[in-house]
T-cell receptor, first 115, second 115 residues
Framework: NAGVMQNPRHLVRRRGQEARLRCSPM?????VYWYRQLPEEGLKFMVY????????ESGMPKERFSAEFPKEGPSILRIQQVVRGDSAAYFC?????????????FGPGTRLTVT | AQSVTQLDSHVSVSEGTPVLLRCNYS??????LFWYVQHPNKGLQLLLK??????LVKGINGFEAEFKKSETSFHLTKPSAHMSDAAEYFC?????????????FGRGTSLIVHP
């Protein structure tokens, strides 16, 4: 069973361009979480999705950021008109179940650099 | 509201000596607590979790943690450090939050192991 896959692993964008980050959850997992990690900091929750639904987006910036998890295909985190402050590592995690006790399985991350 | 405090940003030990990584939490509800490890340029991997069963939890690679409700602590320990334990460690609390179980991560503790 392949783990959580993220691509690309590294992404370089110029200011003003769009960044698309993809996450394929583990087989059988229908719950996906996106996190952002800045240097020397822990992970900050961004959004929690189930298939075709956004369950909690309380950590998403109000503008330029969006996420989806379609019925078929990977989850996508989209950042429009990137700025230097968007440079960070973005991690996706998946879980087979919701719930307080549910373990999350993490992908290797996408490191976004905005020049 | 919930929060997690990892009391040390860096811990330095010699190989073969005990490891103690400290974590305190606050939560309005009975929490689930997790420790994850992150090796450089990798995703996070679950070490262990507490889910209201036994208060002493054993995890992978010889790590264990004890849930102490009276002290609101969940410190991570290992009797004898190995060079391969050098990594970043995150304490995580997952309480009930408006129906979705969104984890809160500590800022992380960097474990340095000297030969």
């Amino acid at each position: 069973n392949a783990g959580v896959m993220q691509n690309p692993r590294h992404l370089v964008r110029r200011r003003g361009q769009e960044a698309r980050l993809r996450c394929s959850p583990m087989k059988g997992h229908s719950h996906v979480y996106w996190y952002r990690q800045l240097p020397e900091e822990g992970l900050k929750f961004m959004v929690y999705l189930q298939k075709e639904n956004i369950i909690d987006e309380s950590g998403m910036p109000k503008e330029r950021f969006s996420a989806e998890f379609p019925k078929e295909g990977p989850s996508i985190l989209r950042i429009q008109q990137v700025v230097r402050g968007d440079s960070a590592a973005y991690f996706c995690a998946s879980s087979p179940l919701p719930g307080q006790e549910a373990e999350q399985y993490f992908g290797p991350g996408t490191r976004l650099t905005v020049t | 509201a919930q929060s997690v405090t990892q009391l040390d940003s860096h811990v330095s030990v010699s190989e073969g000596t005990p490891v103690l990584l400290r974590c305190n939490y606050s939560s309005s509800y009975s929490p689930s607590l997790f420790w994850y490890v992150q090796h450089p340029n990798k995703g996070l991997q679950l070490l262990l979790k507490y889910t209201s069963a036994a208060t002493l939890v054993k995890g992978i690679n010889g790590f264990e943690a004890e849930f102490k409700k009276s002290e609101t602590s969940f410190h991570l320990t290992k009797p004898s450090a190995h060079m391969s334990d050098a990594a970043e460690y995150f304490c995580v609390v997952t309480p009930l939050k408006g129906g979705s179980y969104i984890p809160t991560f500590g800022r992380g503790t960097s474990l340095i192991v000297h030969p």
